[in-house]
């Protein structure tokens, strides 16, 4: 799998999909993972406009500071972060901010955290020890996250052994996907939702106090399910 994601089909129609007037809650989520999991190509797959890419081509003067084994045929790389957007209802918008992979850019992270309702871990089995960095950060910042495993070809572990590999706790959610998909990769964002949605009902079954997922306090994954494109 080819996970450049400037390199992608662009099935969606050429001109700007635009903003409905009526929307006026925003909801942010952000991607991670390591080099060349398919951050940018999951994006792609899923956003209804045409996604902005703060991509580079890789040059040899990156040699010797990237390591780009694991991602052979990869030309270009997210040196900032991806950009789309994905209508949910007549008032509601979700915002995906895809981070950067490479190690020398991971400082910009925590800026893409602020904000987050929450995050998908892109995981390559692969190189999964790439994938620990983002977990650690995501549990620092106290943010809710599910793991993809992207899967590169027929996958040779269980999703259990994966479970095991990263250390994931059994209320992470962890699903299989196909980044290039946008089916697929729909169904990552709506377990993120479903996973968001529990924890809330579950801190207020507990009587914790909790902030709504929207301004109108819904907590319901279906709109995304029926309006999505």
Not at 10 to 22: I, M
Not at 85 to 107: D, K, M, N
Not at 143 to 172: C, K, M, S, Y
């Amino acid at each position: 799998m080819d996970s450049n994601g400037s390199e992608l089909p662009d099935a969606r129609p050429a001109g700007r999909t635009p903003l409905r007037g009526t929307a006026d809650n925003a909801l942010k989520i952000v991607v991670v993972g390591g080099f060349g999991v398919g951050k940018t190509t999951l994006v792609g797959a899923v956003s209804e406009i045409r996604p902005l890419n703060t991509e580079e081509t890789m040059t040899k003067a990156g040699e010797g500071i990237d390591d780009p084994s694991g991602a052979w045929g990869k030309r270009s790389t997210t040196v900032a972060f991806d950009f789309g957007r994905i209508t949910l209802s007549e008032r509601q918008v979700l915002y995906l901010f895809g981070a950067p992979g490479q190690e020398r850019f991971w400082f910009l992270w925590d800026r893409l955290f602020s904000g987050a309702l929450g995050a998908v871990v892109l995981v390559d089995t692969r190189r999964l020890e790439e994938s620990w960095y983002a977990i650690d950060r995501l549990e620092h910042h106290g943010t809710p996250f599910i793991v993809a495993r992207n899967n590169f070809g027929e996958p040779t572990h269980t999703l259990e052994q994966v479970r095991e590999a990263l250390d994931l706790p059994a209320e992470v959610p962890l699903v299989d996907c196909d980044a290039r998909d946008r089916e697929s990769s729909k169904q990552v964002l709506i377990e993120l939702v479903r996973h968001l949605a529990a924890r809330v009902e579950a801190a207020a079954q507990a009587g914790a106090p909790v902030a709504p997922l929207t301004a109108e306090g819904t907590t319901d994954p279906s709109p995304y399910e029926e309006s999505t494109p």
